[in-house]
């Protein structure tokens, strides 16, 4: 370890053994007695780490970079410029704010300079360290509010992510047959989707109706759902009321209208004989299809009270003869093209839960600051 690596290690332990609770400001400036006023400045008030060139910089950014929350550049260092050394840092560590010291007054290159290295200010030399200061206050207010912002948005977004997973499980806990039934139509239904190049967003709303697709059987009377044996003709008229009950459920909730129509449309038929509208083929949305065929699949292959679970083949063979009448053709070739990727998930649908699901995971903000100027 050289002495500067050592420097940097101990000032940081220093750091948080002795202030914790402060944010992290990396100063990087080629000229001792700059940097030791810089250090003056903020002494007391935030972690320090320093560096004497950029490329010095860029190591202490790779080390610490989770933990800095602003670096405030030189512009003029050998070997690298400040501009060159934030936009490298731009790349790898977006949240960290940045400020540059420039004796510049070229305008072109200085909007440049903001918008090439995500600039949150520019200070123009020479200038009174209590100027700096209020910079360097202002970009660890934005950092903070940003990070804030991050955490609250996960928080909720775990929140509704574990809602939507507890209705689903209360769901299949209604009756002994339909255990697991939603997570692995979730799964069958992503499985395919994944292939079809839809987007992220998409994607993940694939997954919530695929976990919430049997909402509207919170309705159904628990004498027809856990029924031991064939449904009555009346019984069936009750059961197909599910799916439009379910859509209803969804609409009055805004992060949710968008399934609401796949919702509903889980139980049509590509030739029409669906219910509850008798919706055709491409009337029926793609992720109604999807979620229809993945359903249908789960239902050939788990057991029901009159009757024992398929095995895979069978049920593939079945999704093989009924594409083009029950199944849209095509979702059902790709089904049967992926089916071995469906079957291990069939077995080990919580393995396969945590490597497909989009919503059970965190967002990964690239958090991007603000540019202004000295004189704005
Ligand atoms: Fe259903």
């Given at each position: 370890?050289?002495?500067?690596?050592?420097?940097?290690?101990?000032?940081?332990?220093?750091?948080?053994?002795?202030?914790?609770?402060?944010?992290?400001?990396?100063?990087?400036?080629?000229?001792?007695?700059?940097?030791?006023?810089?250090?003056?400045?903020?002494?007391?008030?935030?972690?320090?780490?320093?560096?004497?060139?950029?490329?010095?910089?860029?190591?202490?950014?790779?080390?610490?970079?989770?933990?800095?929350?602003?670096?405030?550049?030189?512009?003029?260092?050998?070997?690298?410029?400040?501009?060159?050394?934030?936009?490298?840092?731009?790349?790898?560590?977006?949240?960290?704010?940045?400020?540059?010291?420039?004796?510049?007054?070229?305008?072109?290159?200085?909007?440049?300079?903001?918008?090439?290295?995500?600039?949150?200010?520019?200070?123009?030399?020479?200038?009174?360290?209590?100027?700096?200061?209020?910079?360097?206050?202002r970009g660890i207010t934005k950092y903070s509010l940003s990070s804030n912002n991050k955490m609250l948005y996960n928080e909720l977004r775990d929140l509704f992510y574990k809602t939507i997973r507890s209705i689903s499980n209360s769901l299949d806990a209604k009756d002994a047959y339909t255990n697991g039934h939603s997570l692995r139509v979730t799964l069958y239904s992503m499985i395919l989707a994944r292939k079809l190049n839809f987007d992220k967003t998409y994607l993940e709303d694939i997954e919530i109706a695929g976990l919430l697709h049997d909402i509207g059987k919170i309705a159904m009377p628990q004498s027809i759902l856990c029924k031991n044996g064939r449904l009555t003709d009346e019984e069936f008229i009750v059961m197909k009321s599910h799916p439009a009950i379910g859509a209803k459920i969804v609409l009055n909730i805004k992060k949710l209208q968008t399934i609401s129509s796949w919702v509903k449309t889980h139980h049509e038929k590509w030739d029409g004989t669906g219910y509850p509208d008798g919706l055709k083929g491409e009337e029926i949305p793609i992720a109604g299809r999807i979620i229809a065929l993945a359903d249908t699949y789960d239902a050939m292959t788990s057991t029901r009270p009159y009757r024992k679970a398929l095995l895979h083949e069978v049920a593939i063979s079945e999704i093989k003869k009924w594409a083009g009448v029950q199944f849209d053709p095509k979702l059902a070739e790709l089904f049967i093209s992926l089916e071995k990727e469906i079957d291990e998930a069939r077995k080990n649908p919580e393995a396969a839960y945590e490597k497909y699901s989009i919503l059970g995971k965190n967002i990964d903000f690239k958090i991007t600051s603000e540019a202004s100027t000295q004189a704005s």
């Open positions: 370890m050289s002495s500067c690596e050592l420097n940097q290690s101990l000032d940081l332990v220093l750091s948080f053994l002795n202030k914790e609770d402060k944010y992290t400001v990396l100063i990087v400036d080629d000229e001792e007695n700059n940097l030791q006023l810089l250090k003056r400045t903020f002494r007391g008030q935030y972690n320090l780490l320093t560096a004497h060139s950029g490329l010095e910089a860029l190591e202490v950014v790779k080390q610490y970079g989770d933990q800095i929350s602003l670096i405030v550049s030189d512009q003029k260092m050998p070997q690298m410029e400040g501009t060159e050394f934030l936009r490298k840092v731009r790349e790898t560590n977006p949240q960290i704010i940045k400020i540059l010291l420039t004796g510049h007054v070229d305008t072109d290159i200085l909007v440049s300079a903001i918008n090439d290295c995500d600039l949150f200010q520019y200070i123009l030399k020479p200038f009174e360290p209590e100027e700096l200061k209020i910079a360097v206050d």
